[in-house]
């Protein structure tokens, strides 16, 4: 197989990348009492002013349709008290990415690459509903004065991605070639890269490897979930090794090594047993998963909700071959101001002392 062909194929993380840049639409409804009997198409262009009947015709042959749990055809005719979601897939747009004045935390540059420490709350590449504002932005205006950079050619530019409230380490290539040689080492795993993350949970055991099939949930498109072996064709082979660092009363410090790239992979495998992340919204970690019901405790959790307002994952070290010098490269990014901060505020709280 050709290289250019092999960099194709490469990005495992690229088709993954489209739930980064939240291209789903979810709608959910619940059919009046006094509601007669409709084409469920007609139903949701009532509903949905703004949304063509087409576009939800072809939702329906998609099977992004449910009724009860269950996917209909638009001739299904909606009966009172049916519960409706539908995902949508938003129109395609055309965009450039444009420099924007946007800091960047550089840890590493040379005439090949930038080793960028992302900041929380940041969407790594430009996509519906997020044109501009991106990591690529700020990397295009970092380098706007390099003739031979250019923010829109997909030979260049991100090597892997990270999600937008997941903050550290992520790569960004110059050239071609780097691109090309960085791109490879993703493809054939011999990068390392390690996150730490707080999750909900005493972790038991000391360490441990995860493995699960990743595909999205098809309740909801938004979300991941572990699928068994040959459960579901679309699901990728996917393995995290986790080691406890540090434990606290009701949640655990973890460091987890990946040894292949899934969108969400550290998010969902936690979960998978039993251990979500703590704060991660999208996955239920946002609420006490795991203590006790006073409302001291209840609050001192929302406390920490309030200082890291996001999931606790930080994308801790990452290590590569450098694609001119062949010389390994290792690098480590501390844990953030927010995370820390939580981690504090663990590190104090006991059941009998709530002073945080």
């Known amino acids: 197989m050709r290289e250019d062909q092999i960099i194709d194929d490469i990005d495992e993380e690229v088709d993954d990348f489209l739930s980064q840049n939240e291209r789903f639409e979810h709608h959910r409804f619940v059919v009046d009492k006094g509601q007669s009997l409709v084409r469920i198409d007609k139903y949701l262009v009532n509903c949905m002013p703004n949304i063509s009947r087409n576009r939800i015709q072809e939702a329906a042959e998609a099977g992004t349709i449910l009724v009860n749990d269950f996917p209909v055809k638009s001739n299904y005719r909606v009966k009172p008290q049916d519960v409706i979601s539908i995902v949508l897939d938003y129109p395609k747009s055309d965009y450039s990415i444009v420099a924007q004045d946007i800091p960047l935390d550089v840890v590493y540059e040379d005439a090949d690459l930038i080793v960028i420490n992302k900041q929380p709350n940041l969407v790594v590449h430009p996509g519906f509903g997020n044109f501009d504002g991106t990591l690529l932005n700020a990397v295009a205006w970092h380098l706007k004065d390099d003739p031979n950079f250019d923010a829109n050619d997909p030979r260049l530019g991100l090597v892997h991605r990270i999600d937008k409230d997941t903050s550290g380490l992520i790569l960004v290539a110059k050239n071609e070639s780097?691109?090309?040689?960085?791109?490879?080492?993703?493809?054939?795993?011999?990068?390392?890269?390690?996150?730490?993350?707080?999750?909900?949970?005493?972790?038991?055991?000391?360490?441990?490897?995860?493995?699960?099939?990743?595909?999205?949930?098809?309740?909801?498109?938004?979300?991941?979930?572990?699928?068994?072996?040959?459960?579901?064709?679309?699901?990728?082979?996917?393995?995290?090794?986790?080691?406890?660092?540090?434990?606290?009363?009701?949640?655990?410090?973890?460091?987890?090594?990946?040894?292949?790239?899934?969108?969400?992979?550290?998010?969902?495998?936690?979960?998978?047993?039993?251990?979500?992340?703590?704060?991660?919204?999208?996955?239920?970690?946002?609420?006490?998963?795991?203590?006790?019901?006073?409302?001291?405790?209840?609050?001192?959790?929302?406390?920490?909700?309030?200082?890291?307002?996001?999931?606790?994952?930080?994308?801790?070290?990452?290590?590569?071959?450098?694609?001119?010098?062949?010389?390994?490269?290792?690098?480590?990014?501390?844990?953030?101001?927010?995370?820390?901060?939580?981690?504090?505020?663990?590190?104090?709280?006991?059941?009998?002392?709530?002073?945080?």
């Not at 239920?284 to 920490?304: D, H, I, M, W």
């Not at 480590?332 to 981690?343: A, G, H, R, T, Y």
């Open 178 to 356: 780097a691109k090309a040689k960085l791109s490879l080492q993703f493809f054939h795993k011999t990068t390392e890269r390690t996150y730490n993350a707080l999750v909900w949970g005493v972790v038991k055991e000391e360490e441990g490897t995860i493995v699960g099939a990743l595909a999205r949930d098809p309740r909801d498109r938004m979300l991941f979930t572990v699928f068994s072996e040959g459960e579901n064709p679309a699901a990728k082979h996917a393995v995290t090794h986790y080691k406890v660092l540090e434990r606290f009363a009701y949640v655990t410090l973890v460091e987890c090594r990946l040894e292949t790239g899934r969108t969400h992979q550290i998010r969902v495998h936690m979960k998978h047993i039993g251990h979500t992340l703590f704060n991660d919204e999208r996955y239920g970690g946002n609420e006490p998963l795991r203590g006790v019901t006073s409302a001291k405790y209840k609050q001192f959790v929302k406390n920490c909700f309030d200082v890291c307002p996001r999931q606790a994952l930080h994308a801790r070290t990452l290590g590569f071959v450098h694609p001119t010098t062949d010389k390994w490269m290792q690098f480590d990014s501390p844990l953030p101001e927010d995370i820390n901060n939580v981690l504090n505020k663990w590190r104090k709280y006991s059941p009998n002392n709530l002073q945080d």
